[in-house]
């Protein structure tokens, strides 16, 4: 099993960045993918979440309008479109998997996890 991040890096306050994940070794349209982030000192938390079949997404509070999660089942990838960003987005951002129907929030709930990509905002 394997999950990849890309498209990480440095961007101004209010630019955009779009964040990759390609998944192997499982049954990526079995498993609904989340997004969190880990800024230094903190607690990794819940960014996002999209269904196997990208049907219903959830969001934190904090990213919500401002981010998209997505998926293309038939490339066995999810991304998340970060747009208007801000210094407080500055994390590790890691792509998740987690089996069955529904969307979940806590890390408990993922089974497979990335490395995670770097996102600094400068103000």
């Known amino acids: 099993v394997q999950l990849v991040e890309s498209g990480g890096g440095l961007v101004q306050a209010g630019g955009s960045l779009k964040l990759s994940c390609a998944a192997s070794g499982f049954s990526f349209d079995a498993y609904a993918m989340g997004w969190f982030r880990q800024a230094p000192g903190k607690d990794r938390e819940f960014v996002a979440a999209?269904?196997?079949?990208?049907?219903?997404?959830d969001y934190a509070d904090s990213v919500r309008g401002r981010f998209t999660i997505s998926r293309d089942n038939a490339k066995l990838t999810t991304s998340l479109e970060m747009n208007s960003l801000k210094s407080e987005d500055t994390a590790v951002y890691f792509c998740a998997a987690r089996a069955g129907i529904y969307l979940y929030r806590g890390r408990e709930g993922y089974a497979y996890w990335g490395q995670g990509t770097q996102v600094t905002v400068t103000s």
């Open positions: 999209i269904t196997w079949n990208a049907h219903t997404t």
